[in-house]
């Protein structure tokens, strides 16, 4: 389903101040505000976009301690300082703070003895320089005019919309009517739907990978990647090795498109889906929460306010329920579960609900290290590969421990790809290629581990 673009931003922000004119001169004489106007300013102020004047992006070490003593600090942060949690691991808290609550953050920093080591003085200067290094890579060269070609607009120089995304999976579809298949496993809260491509020689006989990004709205390297492997999967198809030719392929690019669209319009750093809860006004669950494994443990939140609010049960979500009904029929041959995650450019296996190892660890562990060091070869990039609650922390919930614990997955990973701090997940297109090279890098050793 097409959705209405949203109005441009200087439209909204005007129709808004009509609204709030109106409302205050209708309250000033003494009009009692109807539904409708209510409704208009509240619609309003949901879609103004979000900005992050001066917001800064801390890194604070040594929370553990604090933790010790009992004060969650990246709880305390987000609920009473308004802050936005980037990443939350074993070793460091990013988080971001906005202009207006700088100093009382600060000081209750200093009030339990932690430090923030300040990544960016300004969160909106990293949004308008991704914006812009974006519109500067696809503006066309002077002399020239834009060609309107009729094939899909797809490419790697930007990050593109929902729409985009899914023409290119159109095209991919008709190009190779005989080997793939396009399918729309479902809706979302809003009525997008849920799209995932299958490519295969032989479906029936064939193992299996699935590849998925787009979980977490914000981090839009993930599907550029996705996209890209699909792009790398399918413009050289014929001459594939056998080892990659002799899979079948299914590719999810974007898990969560109501997430996704929404932080394209309207808040740059919008994690969760976009469903409504009963008990809050507060909208969206963490779809890398609300899976059915180890759901109500550690490292998801009950409140639907929070960035990582688990949802009302396990797979109460219509992203999550589809794409588990969806594996849960294909899991004969399911070899390999690949998730595309940002940053921090790590490449993590199970378990992530508790503090143990699979039993295979050192298979994937050895898989791991193969992608790691290929990686550095092709792009000089530093990943690391690790079970996943060493690095990141213990978490319920996610994806991945899903894949292993209820279909058997052997290949399983998390690809949190870049970078490690520096944009974090507001990463200038200029570095989406060798990104997206080094996630296919990951796909293509998997793919051949599987053999
Ligand atoms: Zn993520």
Not at 145 to 154: F, G, L
Not at 388 to 402: C, F, M, R
């Amino acid at each position: 389903m097409t959705l209405p673009r949203p109005a441009p931003a200087p439209l909204l922000l005007l129709l808004q101040l009509i609204a709030t004119a109106t409302i205050t001169s209708a309250l000033a004489s003494g009009q009692i505000m109807n539904n409708t106007q209510a409704m208009a300013m509240a619609l309003d102020v949901n879609e103004i976009p979000q900005r992050y004047d001066e917001a800064q992006l801390w890194r604070i070490y040594n929370i553990s301690e604090a933790m010790q003593r009992q004060v969650p600090v990246g709880q305390v942060l987000e609920q009473k300082f308004g802050g936005n949690i980037w990443k939350e691991n074993s070793k460091f808290l990013d988080i971001s703070i906005g202009k207006e609550q700088l100093k009382a953050a600060r000081s209750f920093l200093d009030a339990q003895r932690l430090d923030a080591q300040v990544l960016s003085e300004n969160v909106q200067a990293l949004i308008d320089e991704e914006h812009l290094d974006g519109i500067n890579a696809t503006a066309p060269e002077q002399g020239q005019r834009s060609k309107k070609a009729a094939r899909s607009s797809m490419h790697w120089k930007d990050y593109h919309d929902l729409e985009t995304i899914y023409a290119f999976m159109r095209e991919i579809r008709s190009k190779f009517p005989n080997i793939v298949r396009l399918y729309t496993i479902g809706q979302t809260a809003e009525g997008r739907d849920l799209k995932v491509l299958r490519i295969s020689e032989n479906p029936r006989e064939y193992k299996k990978i699935w590849i998925d990004g787009g979980i977490h709205a914000r981090e839009w390297i993930s599907p550029a990647t996705v996209t890209f492997i699909l792009y790398q999967l399918m413009s050289n198809w014929e001459n594939q090795p056998a080892h990659i030719r002799g899979l079948t392929w299914y590719i999810m690019p974007v898990m969560n498109p109501d997430g996704y669209e929404y932080s394209r319009t309207t808040n740059r750093l919008w994690r969760k889906n976009r469903s409504p809860s009963r008990r809050s006004n507060c909208l969206g669950v963490d779809l890398n929460r609300n899976f059915d494994i180890g759901w109500a443990g550690y490292g998801s939140s009950t409140n639907p306010c929070s960035d990582t609010y688990r949802g009302s049960s396990p797979a109460s979500e219509a992203e999550t329920k589809v794409v588990t009904e969806f594996l849960a029929k294909r899991k004969y041959n399911l070899e390999a579960y690949l998730t595309y995650h940002s940053y921090g450019q790590m490449i993590v296996y199970p378990w992530a609900y508790k503090a143990v190892k699979v039993k295979d660890a050192s298979v994937l562990q050895r898989v791991g290290n193969t992608a790691v060091q290929r990686i550095a070869q092709k792009t000089g990039s530093t990943y690391q590969s690790a079970v996943t609650h060493e690095v990141l922390g213990i978490a319920g919930g996610g994806s991945d421990d899903w894949s292993r614990a209820a279909l058997g997955v052997k290949y399983v990973y998390t690809v949190e790809l870049r970078d490690r701090g520096t944009y974090g997940f507001v990463l200038p297109p200029k570095f989406i290629k060798d990104t997206a090279l080094e996630g296919w890098t990951v796909a293509e050793t998997v793919a051949q581990a599987i053999g």
